[in-house]
């Protein structure tokens, strides 16, 4: 039904137009790049609004704007002095997801904030640098809240980032690409209704929106170029390339630097994983962003025109930084996390739902410990599953009783696992007492009751 959509609003476009020339010309509009907000105060109004897109306009919410929200960008060390204004006619809350941060601010579900108030959450930021991201928590709603438009991009910069020879000039040569892909009705614009299948499979869309715009252009001169890709979607899993397997430098992954960059023409992220990766155009070119959602078609989501006039070329680093505990020596605490699919939309971690009166466990301020992660399948339905903790990065110390891949060598937050795969991750927690949660980020999932949470004593 989706698909059939899909090829109608296509057609719909093309026939509407006298050549296929013009429609190129006329229809995409430019990549959107969300404004940066450098300084160290914060404002942020979450508010309703709407999204044109070619097949029609959409309801949306958005942070200081309809759709999304501004990118945030500030330097280790420094304190974040944030407010958040719910303009909405709902509560909801904010959760900075990746950010090292105290308990009361983190966002998770027990931070609502209720409509017409403002929310002050202080974050002193003590982390390396990354690329991070900011949306709703609410239980049972961060799915729809997601959905509609509520997320932004949270960037960290530090001494050592400062201080590398690669792409920095933000919305010139570092492109924020936020993934989403919306379903489009029949009236050309799109709304949350997930049915129980799509709460099982997750909400995929039948177009793809990359900054919130729907197959955008972007113009570039010859040069480097970093981009730092967030899957925003709710529950897809993408493949991401460029046409004719054009090569990039993977330089990191969700929570900062890869020890080692890895070479490749493809990645697969899965909901809200972020990489960072750079690429450069050496000659006058037009060249496609492929996306393929997991057991869908390849689109060409996006179009990157580049001129022939002379741009900034940078090396790309081999070997970057990346500093973890040693999880490899001493006693450390272990616990094991069986995701499991136990019938159409019910989602459980150890047997156990989400209860918001319950706390899962506790474990000591401070401690390194060793979580065994795994996703449980389903007979031969293989649905998968995103693990995300809060308040922290981990270090993946085996893959399916292997040596992690080279992506996963690097700081993480989200790790997918597809149905049998298990995982065993470092954990730290530093500095900070009280409630974080962990879950399941394939929002449908998550909000189904796939997350727990945990107290730091
Ligand atoms: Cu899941």
């Known amino acids: ?38 300084s160290r105060q914060i404002e942020l109004e979450m ?35 944030i407010t958040v204004v719910n303009n909405l006619n709902e509560p909801t809350t904010v959760h900075w997801h990746g950010l090292h941060v105290p308990a009361e601010y983190d966002g998770g579900p027990h931070q609502i904030i209720k409509v017409g108030e403002t929310w002050s959450p202080e974050i002193t930021i003590r982390q390396n640098a990354a690329t991070l991201w900011y949306h709703p928590h609410l239980m049972g709603k961060t799915a729809e809240h997601v959905y509609r438009g509520l997320a932004g991009m949270f960037i960290i910069d530090d001494e050592y980032s400062d201080s590398l020879d ?88 969700d929570g900062g630097f890869l020890p080692e960059t890895v070479i490749t023409d493809r990645l697969i992220i899965s909901p809200g994983e972020r990489y960072e990766i750079l690429t450069d155009f050496s000659v006058e070119t037009e060249i496609k962003v492929i996306l393929e959602i997991y057991g869908s078609q390849p689109h060409e989501a996006m179009s990157i025109s580049v001129s022939n006039d002379e741009g900034v070329f940078f090396p790309h680093p081999k070997r970057l ?5 040693d999880y490899e020596s001493g006693e450390l605490k ?32 401070d401690s390194e410990e060793i979580w065994t992660v795994k996703n449980i399948g389903m ?18 110390l085996s893959f399916n009783g292997a040596p992690p891949p080279p992506l996963y060598r690097g700081p993480k937050d989200t790790i997918l696992l597809m149905a049998g795969d298990e995982a ?9 007492t009280g409630m974080y949660m962990y879950h399941c980020h394939l929002l449908e999932h998550e909000d189904a009751g796939m997350m727990g949470q945990f107290m730091i004593e």
């Open 1 to 38: 039904m989706k698909k059939i959509i899909f090829s109608l609003v296509v057609s719909f476009i093309i026939l509407s137009d006298s050549t296929a020339e013009d429609v190129i010309k006329a229809l995409p509009g430019s990549l959107p790049i969300p404004p940066v907000i450098s």
């Open 47 to 81: 508010r309703e609004g709407r999204l044109e897109l070619p097949f029609g306009t959409s309801e949306t919410l958005g942070f200081n704007g309809d759709y999304l929200g501004p990118t945030i960008r500030i330097q280790k060390g420094d304190k974040a002095d």
């Open 166 to 253: 690669i792409p920095r000039d933000y919305g010139v040569n570092d492109i924020p690409l936020i993934l989403q892909d919306r379903d489009i009705d029949d009236n050309g614009s799109f709304s949350y209704k997930p049915t129980r299948p799509d709460i099982m499979h997750g909400y995929i869309g039948n177009a793809t929106l990359i900054n919130g715009a729907y197959e955008p252009v972007l113009n570039l001169n010859r040069g480097s170029y970093r981009f730092r890709i967030l899957n925003g979607s709710n529950s897809s899993i993408y493949r991401i390339s460029f046409s004719d397997t054009h090569s990039f430098t993977v330089i990191a992954s």
């Open 321 to 325: 930084v990346y500093n973890h505990p």
């Open 334 to 365: 272990q616990r094991t996390f069986n995701m499991e699919t136990r019938g159409m939309g019910l989602f459980t971690i150890n047997g156990r739902q989400m209860d918001m009166d319950v706390m899962n466990f506790s474990l000591k301020q």
């Open 379 to 396: 007979g031969m339905m293989n649905i998968p599953h995103s693990f995300h903790v809060h308040d922290t990065q981990f270090t993946v």
């Open 424 to 432: 065993v991750i470092g954990v730290s927690f530093r500095d900070y």
